[in-house]
């Protein structure tokens, strides 16, 4: 029996601590959203990453973005709601033109969005993930 007990309590704590792990909270202006640090990728000059946010009521969203670092850059490429209290996915609304997803919008220095991008840059350097230098681009 207490085995048993020491099971359930492993299979319930452990999980839960792992998943708390995988996704980290965004400093200062940017708290309100955390990163998955298993998403967080360098393709070229293209920060990935997947981030997450509360949404309206008990709604998750989940957004994969792209980030450009040098030039202030932030867009969303793809987004996913879900249930708070389930993690069950919710049906996908219809969120704008997809077209709008292939722009490069700048954020002002103090916008939400800013915050955002300044957060996971940060971040992509504490975890080495840089972007290339004008220097190192001309050494190669």
Known sequence: MRFMFLFLLGAIVVPRAAAQARWQQLPGAAQAYAVDLQSLARKGDILEARIR???VGSQIVVQDVQARCAMNQLR???EELYDEDTGRPLPPTMAGDPNDRATWPEYEVGSEGHALL???CALARKQNLQEPSEHSLRAA
């Open 53 to 55: 946010t509360h949404g």
């Open 76 to 78: 969303t490429v793809g």
């Open 118 to 120: 300044s957060g996971l």
